[in-house]
């Protein structure tokens, strides 16, 4: 708990109509996406890189933790704050700062929503790539420190390939800036991709600073359906094997189609195992070119259907099932654990094949879809209660069959509190042991957002 001479401080720091205390209030920052929750002692809300240096001052005289908080729709509990502490929202850190149209960058604030970024430089012609399916409502600062991937990383990257440059709040309330306004610097180490993915850990994003492209001049989509999914990740492999680079390339199970159907009550598949939605972008002639080359590679796979969008409103019906899933899997059971390993593009199918082994073993249902193009499956065991103890192993023997593949335990959702047992498979003691002489340096007495990465015990 915070005494009430430090809760009297952070008032004077904040504001006191930006210092949240009520437990109504709290119970509101205590959750992510993954569920977990727990209570912060407080919810500070400040609207200037001073207050949040002078709250991570004061935590550090005080020893209080500090849970630095987007919108709270990670997917590893990053913005959980399970020892307590103070939430630091950044809904009023929400600003556009700056779109310079001659060099080609932004500059933002860590609390500006994707989505609202995206819209802004799209209607002056301009492109903010990274598009995780959670954009509309995910911000910029939660994007940043975890690294957010999307639909369009398999031809554009992830957030660390956009990030030019940061501000940042180090835990013990220095300012410093890293990176440059330009579209190259090796001006010592590289700072900012040490902060970008680090989930809150290192530092408190207040400024970044990312790169911009010419926005694309066409775009064309197509869903084609499969009786199977191996054919399905045999036709996605096909699509790149060919030279087409997609602009997104997704793989949807049977389950996950089941559950989109019963929850849009739509027919949307006819019965089929498996989807692939396809996506390229360009000028116009090379789309209609590739669009038609993906048509005619799906077909050779042995695609039952295949539906080419010809205008907006068929391209947003393609995608909206997509983006059901989500939302939709909570039909088929109460609780899913959700992972989000990466394997190498080409080991799709091996992947999937020991994913439905696991599932087997443990007689559980397991539902599969993700952006195929670069190799990010989220496989989602769907559990109740009673299922729990068989996910936990299941889910140990998915990093497992993962990590033997080459691939590795989290895309682009983090390690957050749900991964943080199994990052020594991944990573071995040494590599480890590097990134815990960084955390101890930068935050010598583990304030900022602690239990998170690696195990609390650690
Ligand atoms: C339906 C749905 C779809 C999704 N799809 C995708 C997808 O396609 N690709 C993808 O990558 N992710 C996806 N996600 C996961 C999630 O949206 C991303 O991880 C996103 O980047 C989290 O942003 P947020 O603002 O919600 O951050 P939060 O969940 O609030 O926080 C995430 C982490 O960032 C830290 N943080 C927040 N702000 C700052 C800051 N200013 N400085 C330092 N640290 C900070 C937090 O402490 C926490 O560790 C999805 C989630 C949902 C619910």
Known sequence: MLKPSVVKELK??????????SSEELVVYSYDATQRESLPWAVARPVSTEEVSKVLVLANREHF???????????????????????????????????????????????????????EVESRGLFYPPDPASHQFCTMGGNVAECAGGLRAVKYGVTKDYVLGLEVVLPTGEVIRTGARTAKSVAGYDLTKLMVGSEGTLGIVTKIIVKLLPLPESVRTLSAFFSTIENAAVAASSIIANRILPRALE???????????????????SGAAAMLIVEVD????????????????MTRAGAMRITRAETEVEREQIWKARRAISPALYTIKPKKVNEDIVVPRSKIPDILRAINEIAKRHDLLIVNFGHAGDGNIHTNIMIDEA???????????????????????????????????????????????????????????????????FLSAE
Not at 12 to 21: A, H
Not at 283 to 295: F, K, L, N, Q
């Open 387 to 453: 299922e729990a103890e068989r996910a936990a192993i299941a889910v140990k023997e998915l990093f497992e069959a993962t990590l033997r593949l080459g691939g590795s335990i989290s895309g682009e959702h983090g390690i957050g509190l749900s991964k943080a047992r199994y990052l020594p498979m991944e990573l071995g003691a040494d590599a480890l042991g590097v990134m815990k002489k960084i955390k101890g340096t930068l935050d010598p007495n583990n304030i900022l957002n602690p239990g998170k990465i």
């Open 282 to 297: 360009g000028p116009i002639e090379s789309t209609a070119r590739d669009i038609g080359r993906v048509e005619e590679l």
């Open 12 to 21: 004077k720091i904040v504001g006191p109509d930006n210092l949240f205390t």
């Open 251 to 269: 793989l949807v199970d049977q389950a996950a189609l089941r559950a989109v159907e019963s929850y849009l009550k739509q027919d949307i598949s």
């Open 65 to 119: 933790p500090v849970v630095p908080r987007g919108a709270g729709t990670g997917m590893s509990g990053g913005s959980v704050p399970i020892q307590g502490g103070v939430v630091l929202s950044f809904e009023r850190m929400n600003h556009i700062l700056e779109i310079d149209e001659d060099d080609l960058i932004a500059v933002v604030e860590p609390g500006v929503v994707t989505g609202d970024l995206q819209r």
